[in-house]
């Protein structure tokens, strides 16, 4: 299996772990969790069968369905299969909807340079807690319910096995990230660092630590997800992941 199939087996299996439930369509499965509605990571139409024949209108129409009849406002469809998600991208487009590509990346060469890992450390989601909500104020405007939702999928995510790294700056957490693991595979997620401490490399030190805490835990394959409009791939890319892949989101705010 390639590092491409590796990385798309793993986010596929890893999506429905943490899934509490599953409707299955002609195209898809939707993927839920009943308990945290607002959390689009964790309620979202997977489009994975038939793809040859899905068209973003029946795709659409599928999550209407399925997503809907769930009681959930949003709608979002994750296709992990290159091809598809490319060719339907102009037709989401037109739909109004929101593309998102994200580029695969799995790690392969030594980084630019050194890597001072000292300030990183292993936290529990409780310790993270209040710096999460922190970096969530500015995404959505102090919606307390969402944030509190967001918070209780990390949660959902620890008892995934999921791990969490950061690191401080003058004694604050400033910078974290997850870190995902199926015994062989390892993906680093949710790298975000707080606005008040950007620039100041902390990013690159927190990625750097899960890195090194991934091949420590025994994968032979670490990877992660940037989106392949932003800058954060260009730091990726300094630290030794290339592209090997794409996979993409297509998201409706209001339904």
């Not at 995902?180 to 008040?196: K, N, P």
């Amino acid at each position: 299996m390639t590092e491409a199939a590796r990385c798309i087996a793993f986010l596929h299996d890893h999506a429905v772990r943490v899934a509490n439930a599953r409707l299955v369509g002609r195209f898809g499965t939707a993927l839920l969790n009943n308990g945290l509605p607002r959390v689009w990571s964790l309620n979202y139409l997977l489009a994975e069968r038939d793809l040859e024949r899905a068209t973003a209108e029946a795709l659409v129409a599928e999550a209407d369905e399925l997503l809907g009849g769930a009681g959930l406002r949003h709608r979002k469809v994750e296709v992990l299969d290159e091809e598809a998600g490319a060719r339907l991208v102009d037709e989401f487009g037109g739909l109004g909807w929101h593309v998102e590509r994200d580029l695969v990346m799995p790690h392969r060469r030594r980084p630019d340079c050194e890597v001072d890992v000292s300030i990183v450390e292993e936290v529990d989601p409780e310790t993270l807690a209040p710096v999460w909500a922190e970096a969530m104020q500015k995404d959505f405007g102090g919606d307390a319910d969402v944030i509190q939702q967001l918070i209780e999928h990390k949660r959902v995510l620890a008892a995934d096995g999921a791990r969490f790294f950061a690191a401080r700056m003058n004694g604050v957490l400033a910078s974290y990230c997850d870190l995902y693991s199926d015994g062989r595979t390892g993906q680093i997620e949710a790298v975000q660092t707080l606005e008040r401490f950007r620039n100041k490399g902390l990013a690159r030190a927190v990625v750097s630590g899960a890195l090194a805490a991934s091949e420590a835990e025994g994968h032979d394959l670490t990877f992660l997800l940037a989106d392949g409009a932003d800058w954060p791939k260009h730091l990726y890319g300094k630290l030794g992941f290339d592209v090997v892949g794409s996979v993409y989101e297509f998201t409706l705010r209001r339904a």
